[in-house]
Structure formats: C-alpha cells, structure tokens
C-alpha cells in the first residue's frame, strides 16, 4: 500500500515520474527515481531505517535535512549513507544496521 502523495497543490502531480525497483534488507519496493532513498521507504510504509549500535532502539527520519544521521543506511555495501540526503537508483542494494555485539570495544581504555 502507497503511501504517496501523487497529488498535491504545489508540488504538482506527481504520477508522472518514473517507478523504479530497490530492496531494502532482502524484499523488493517501487519508488520514484531520484527521490529520497528516505522518502522512497516512507512511501513503502518503512518508518524503521535502522537500530542504534549499541541499545538496538530503533530509528528512523528525525531531521530530514541531513544533519542529525538518524538516517544512516548502508547502500550497494558503502556504510553510512544518510537516506534524506540521497536519490534513489534504479537497483539499490539498501541495509538497515543493527545493533553491535554486546560489549562494544572500549578503545579508550587501550590508550591509558
């Protein structure tokens, strides 16, 4: 089920942009090429972008403009890829992260 804003009074229509597959953690979704990768899964209903590294809460979209990194996400196998800020491409191999094993490495504590 869409999601999708296809009409809006100033944006325009948009049903005229071209859908293009991706998967996203091994199942295949249509979005709009060169939107958002962060806009592509919202519309698909995937609010959950990724766990944090250590507590494995999950996140998602927060600021939308490219500063917070809520967003990261791993792409065709690069980490860290911030989904607001990158257009979606016709086959994209995107990730969530996860959680970490547990402990997390202290390297501060090699330093002393």
């Known amino acids: 089920m869409s999601r ?3 009409e809006h009074p100033v944006l325009g229509n948009l049903q005229d942009n071209k859908y293009i597959s991706f998967t ?3 199942k295949n979704y249509e ?3 060169s939107e958002s990768i962060a806009a592509a899964l919202l519309a698909n ?3 959950t972008l990724r766990y944090h590294e250590e507590s494995g809460s999950p996140r998602g979209i927060y600021c939308n403009i490219g500063h ?3 967003c990261r996400v791993t ?3 690069t980490q860290g890829v911030r989904a ?3 257009p979606l491409q016709a086959g994209m191999v995107i990730e969530s992260g996860g959680k970490l094993p547990t402990p997390v490495r202290d390297w501060s ?3 002393e």
Request: aromatic letters at 8%; one cysteine or more.
């Open 45 to 47: 209903g995937i609010r």
């Open 84 to 86: 607001c800020l990158t």
């Open 4 to 6: 999708r804003i296809l």
């Open 31 to 33: 979005g709009l090429e």
């Open 109 to 111: 504590a090699e330093n």
């Open 24 to 26: 996203f953690n091994n």
């Open 75 to 77: 792409v065709n196998g």
């Open 68 to 70: 917070c990194f809520e």
